[in-house]
């Protein structure tokens, strides 16, 4: 009787033996490995673009950053720019994302975007009576979309834009810009007029 149960026993530890061997031996699907589209990215970003000469093409701050490899774009949120394309312009650039290629220039800005002209020329400080630049009234210009080249320092939006400068308040469909002659086209320009308001005077 002993001898039939220990039979038994090890037949079903054979089995089992058996069932593990086979699946062990299965081979198992392989793990597909795609390679990141990010090769680098950090967060609270300031940095300073040079040219060839060692010159500051402009300045940058963004709350993130990341590198894409495959297309080459620094890809950034929250930026705030400061870009002087010219001894007498500089520029302050604010959008809620922005990608930026740092070998062609090329610059896209999504999200919404504020332009702000900033003279970098005082009169009084330089003692010149040049009245070229120091004498126009900022110009801002806000939209959705901006797009670019840091090396040609020109700048486009083919969607409508909102212009203040000084006193005077426009909209336009598009906008082209050379930021470093200060030179600005707008298409289909609508000006909204506010007529002050009227007081009533006797006349007796």
């Known amino acids: 009787m ?9 037949l079903i530890i054979a089995g089992i033996a058996g069932w593990f061997f086979q699946q062990q031996g299965k081979i198992s699907p392989p793990v597909n490995i795609e390679a990141s589209e990010v090769d680098y990215e950090a967060t609270d970003i300031q940095a300073v673009q040079t040219n060839e ?9 963004a709350e993130s950053l990341t590198h894409n490899p495959e297309t080459n774009l620094d890809e950034m949120s929250g930026i705030t720019m400061n870009w002087e394309p010219s001894a007498e312009l500089r520029y302050r650039i604010q959008a809620g994302s922005a ?19 900033e003279d970098t ?9 040049s009245t070229s630049n120091s004498d ?3 110009i801002q210009v806000t939209g959705q979309t901006l797009k670019g080249n840091t090396k040609s ?3 486009y939006s083919d969607e409508a834009v909102k212009v203040v400068q000084g006193m005077n308040r426009f909209e336009a469909s ?4 050379n930021l470093e002659t200060g030179e600005y086209e707008f298409g289909q320009v609508a000006v909204s007029f506010t007529p002050a308001e009227r007081q009533d005077q006797a006349l007796f």
């Open 2 to 10: 002993n001898t039939r149960i220990l039979i038994v026993l090890a």
């Open 53 to 61: 000469q060692g010159e500051t093409e402009y300045e940058l701050n």
């Open 99 to 117: 990608t930026i290629n740092q070998q062609t220039g090329e610059l896209s800005l999504s999200g919404g975007f504020t332009l702000v002209s």
């Open 121 to 129: 020329v005082d009169a009084e400080e330089s003692g010149t009576n």
């Open 136 to 138: 126009k009234e900022p």
């Open 153 to 155: 320092r020109q700048v």
């Open 174 to 177: 598009n906008m082209i810009a």
